[in-house]
Structure formats: C-alpha cells, structure tokens
Nanobody, 123 residues
Framework: QVQLVESGGGIVQAGGSLRLSCSASISGFSSIFNIYVMGWYRQAPGKQRELVAFITRSGITTYADSVKGRFTISRDNDKNTVSLQMNSLRPEDTSVYYC?????????????WGQGTQVTVSS
C-alpha cells in the first residue's frame, strides 16, 4: 500500500516560483519495487488531467512541452519523495497538481495518487 501526500501549493504572482513536494508512505515490501515512476499531473477546471513531468527511479526525466525550461522534477529514492520546482509561473499553470506513483508511465492512471494541491498564478 502506498499513500502520497502533497504540500507546497499556494497563490503566487506571474513570474514567481513555487516548490511542490510529495512524500510517499509505503507499507509492504513489494510496494517499494512497484514504484518505478513518480510524477506530477495537473488538472484545471473543465480540462482533462495532464502530465506535467515524471522521473524514473534511475533519474530519467520527461517534461510536458509547456513546462520545459521552467519546471524541474527531482526525486529522493531513500526518502521516497518527489519534488517539483516551478519557476517563471504563468496564469495558465493554475491547476490542482497531483502526485502520482506507478510501475510505468503508461499505467499511471492505475497507480497511486495524492489528494492534490492547488496552485494559483495571478496575472
């Protein structure tokens, strides 16, 4: 069993920065090895949930085109945490951000999700 808890959301002006953190509480020996990919997704009102960035256990990262060069994802495997540093924020980044842990990116929907944290960027 895996539980994800996000923190770090808030309200910021355009051009500002925020750092999101996600801590995974893991119970069960096999669960540790099932979490190969950790990532961040976001969902704005009336829109589908979209991938922001993910990072594998080995450190390979992938970003959505809309956040490349502005956001940085990082992971601490020993502490089972994943963070998202968001710089040069834009009003269109306003969303609820969700932490995700899964065996693969393709199976993210069937993985574990946090409760979400609101990020609001004012113009």
């Amino acid at each position: 069993q895996v539980q994800l808890v996000e923190s770090g959301g808030g309200i910021v002006q355009a051009g500002g920065s925020l750092r999101l953190s996600c801590s995974a509480s893991i119970s069960g020996f096999s669960s540790i090895f099932n979490i190969y990919v950790m990532g961040w997704y976001r969902q704005a009102p009336g829109k589908q949930r979209e991938l922001v960035a993910f990072i594998t256990r080995s450190g390979i990262t992938t970003y959505a085109d809309s956040v490349k060069g502005r956001f940085t994802i990082s992971r601490d495997n020993d502490k089972n945490t994943v963070s998202l540093q968001m710089n040069s924020l834009r009003p269109e980044d306003t969303s609820v951000y969700y932490c995700n842990a899964a065996t693969t990116v393709a199976s993210a929907a069937d993985g574990y999700w946090g409760q979400g944290t609101q990020v609001t960027v004012s113009s």
